[in-house]
């Protein structure tokens, strides 16, 4: 929180500096925390991208964990993750 009272929350290690731009096209984001529609982006395939309206997915699983002092969504994704 900085001075002001406004919540800031940043990644700094999986950032990507969009400048101007309205969709983005690298594939990055914590496991977790991360919004599907990020997760599908292939690196071979330009033509795929998404908007910082993913980044409204991530606060959800931050509020989700805020709300329920549970780290609960993020256990279920890594649990996911390694049957396929």
Request: proline share 5%; aromatic share 12%; with cysteine.
């Amino acid at each position: 929180m900085n001075g002001r009272v406004i919540p800031v929350i940043v990644d700094f290690g999986l950032a990507e500096y969009t400048a101007n731009t309205k969709y983005l096209y690298t594939r990055c984001g914590t496991p977790g925390y991360v919004a599907p529609e990020v997760l599908k982006i292939k690196s071979t395939d330009p033509v795929q991208t998404y908007s910082s309206a993913c980044d409204i997915f991530s606060l959800g699983v931050i509020f989700h964990i805020l709300y329920y002092l549970s780290n609960s969504v993020c256990s279920r994704s890594r649990s996911s993750r390694g049957r396929r």
